[in-house]
């Protein structure tokens, strides 16, 4: 801007403009409560199965100035103007997220946009079916998610409950899946989908089956790999994109990066020798947007392409055969120690912890982990009535694994993981309620002594992201 032939001084304009001061010194309330996380993560051993820690790269990318920039619609075919260059990074996430999978880009098609992982499965479900029509999926208190249909006696728990027709199929006694009980069903319901994949089972999955079901009933088959999508991209679980119409994913549990949701959409429907939009690939993308959501996040989307980035590398196919192996050697060494474990063992990331024949539930003990620096999550068993009150822990590897934490560590792991639930048994006492075990915590010896031998073993390892995260303060 020019005043009388010279250049307007910055000084001269109204310092109404936000300025360049760091979170600490403009908001040290919310800094305070972020570096507290910080310290939590760093010094507590992170065991929470859809949990997992990010790079630096990916965290730049959040933090980035494409925050806010409205990118509704497709790379060139957006409702606002100046998208160019998030145009130009949306199109090299959807190349990366193809060929990450290896996938043809002739049968596959893949959006980028939702939100997260139920963002995403709802617009897939809202794609493939109309109001009322049917579905089916692993139940919730079988290692099934929210997303797949979940209700209980009494209320509709989930929109995909409240908007169609659902009927869950469960696992057996041993913990496994029950897939002829699962052809029963669907030959007495007539689902127009089927839904593989879940959020706690240790199992890996038959694809072959569920897609000779869906032969049966002529329904679809619909993958949700959120948790053990890693696996899938360095070959180490089986391929769902063999068998499936539609695969969806989150993207920050072992493929490590933000989090966000991934939708892959096979071609297969589009009638021979017609060209043009496919017609589910057209139906996804609609029900992402408009139906369902507004402009994409594009830093969540520029995070998940230099994600997808990593995972292409050898160095992420080390890191997942390290996740298997830390995932074995943990059920092992629980094993080992006399726990029971559901299906006795796990072919993935995650493991579920039997505490009903020690008289303890899930969360007491989550609770008290909580206090010793461990991260646990409760998790329903087989013949649990109460999803509040399982019989369950659930654990997983992909946080620590990233880390560093190998077979070894994970031994101490699970000493620690024992000498909590030694402290448990001590502590509750006959008809204790939730509140009257954590008052006992709270004061136990035992359980501070356990927290400070957890942050002294956990604060020895790296912590990915940053620089340096030591000293806390």
Known sequence: MLRGGRRLLASAIPSILPGNVSLQDHDPEIYKHIRAELRRQVEGLELIASENFTSRAVLECLGSITTNKYAEGLPGARYYGGTECVDAIENVCRD????????????????????????????????????????????????????????????????????????????????????????????????????????????????????????????????????????????????????????????????????????????????????????????????????????????????????????????????????????????????????????????????????????????????LFDHAHVTVNKNSIVGDVSAVSPSGLRLGTPALTTRGFTEEHFGQVAEFLHRGIQIGLKLQKPGDKLVDFVAGVKGSPDVKTLSEDVKVFSAAFPFPGFENPFPLK
């Not at 109309?130 to 009494?154: I, K, V």
């Not at 009638?271 to 947007?289: C, Y």
Request: with cysteine; glycine share 8%.
């Open 96 to 367: 990366r997220a193809l060929q990450a999978f290896r996938l043809d880009a002739r049968q596959w098609a893949v959006n980028v946009q939702p939100y997260s992982g139920s963002p995403a499965n709802f617009a897939a479900l809202s794609a493939m079916l109309q109001p009322h029509e049917r579905l089916m999926g692993l139940d919730l208190p079988s290692g099934g998610h929210l997303t797949h249909g979940f209700y209980t006696q009494t209320r509709k728990v989930s929109a995909s409950s409240l908007y169609f027709e659902s009927l869950p199929y469960k696992i057996n006694s041993e913990g496994f899946i029950d897939y002829d009980e699962l052809e029963r069903l669907a030959m007495l319901f007539k689902p127009k989908l089927i839904i593989a994949g879940g959020s706690a089972y240790p199992r890996d999955w038959d694809y072959k089956r569920y897609r000779q079901v869906c032969n049966q009933v002529g329904a679809k088959l619909m993958v949700d790999m959120a948790h053990y999508s890693g696996l899938v991209a360095t070959q180490l679980h089986n391929d769902p994109f063999e068998f499936a119409d539609i695969v969806t994913t989150t993207t920050h549990k072992s493929l490590r990066g933000p989090r966000s949701g991934l939708i892959f959409i096979k071609k297969s429907d589009t009638p021979a020798g017609q060209s043009g939009p496919n017609p589910l690939e057209e139906r996804m993308n609609n029900a992402v947007f408009p139906l369902l959501q507004g402009g994409p996040h594009m830093h969540q989307v520029a995070a998940v392409a230099t994600q997808l980035r990593e995972v292409m590398t050898p160095a992420f196919k080390l890191y997942s055969q390290q996740v298997k192996a830390n995932a074995a050697a943990l059920a092992a060494e629980l094993v080992k120690r006399g726990y029971t474990l559901s299906t006795g063992g796990t072919d993935n990331h995650l493991m579920l912890l039997n505490l009903r024949p020690l008289g303890l539930t899930g969360n007491k003990m989550e609770k």
